[in-house]
């Protein structure tokens, strides 16, 4: 999967997204969560990185909460082997 699968998100900002969870992994911040990302997207994060969870990129918890589940946020943020690859050729 690329990211120019049928994506309504900017390519730019998957790269982004995804170079900013890179970094902080490899900063050792764990659990990486969708409240590290929000200054990245105006609104917030949580819509993108469900995106970006359905385009198979990365892979994470979603956190709900009250009695119809509403998304939180997302937590335990990993890059995929695709979300990786994706990265890397979009450098």
Partial sequence: MTMSSSSSLDP???HAILR?????????VL?????????????GSLEHLLEL??????????VTKGLDNTPHRTTNIRLTFVGIRAMRSSS
Avoid at 20 to 28: H, K, Q, S
């Fill in 31 to 43: 659990p990486v969560h969708s409240g590290h990302l929000d200054h990245l997207t105006e609104g």
């Fill in 20 to 28: 900013e969870i890179d970094t902080r992994l490899n900063e050792g």
């Fill in 53 to 62: 969870k359905k385009m198979g990129l990365i892979s994470g918890d979603l």
């Fill in 12 to 14: 730019k900002t998957i």
